[in-house]
């Protein structure tokens, strides 16, 4: 699998039961990754069903984050992802790492990647 010289990030979107996590395992494997969750209700502990979020034991040693972070009775914003998440993604590049965000969450992934509008 050949990529564009050194990206710095890459994005593996798309519905639940996709393929998205298997796609992003591969891409970590091959080049050096982790996972950095990007799914709205895999950020909580304990949505399991429903969620396709990847069991430990299937990780194969990748790193993931933003996995199982939250309890199911806290509120979460895409504003809130976007700043955490970009500290991570600094974090792993920082390490000569590859971040690969992965999820569904198109709301969640636009705040990441292109910020949200100013409100009043």
Do not use: W
């Not at 502990?45 to 309890?71: C, I, N, Q, S, Y």
């Not at 992802?81 to 970009?86: F, K, V």
């Amino acid at each position: 699998m050949d990529l564009p010289a050194k990206p710095s990030l890459i994005v593996v979107a798309g519905p639940t039961g996709s393929g998205k996590s298997t796609l992003a395992l591969r891409l970590c494997e091959e080049f050096s990754g982790e996972i950095v969750n990007c799914d709205s209700l895999q950020l909580y502990r304990g949505f399991h069903v429903g969620t396709a979020k990847t069991p430990e034991p299937e990780r194969r040693g990748v790193p993931h984050h933003l996995l199982d972070v939250l309890d199911p009775a806290d509120g979460y914003s895409a504003g809130e992802y976007a700043r955490i998440a970009r500290g991570i993604i600094h974090e792993i590049s920082s390490r000569r790492r590859l971040p690969v965000v992965v999820g569904g969450t198109g709301f969640y992934l636009r705040a990441l990647l292109d910020g949200l509008p100013s409100l009043p």
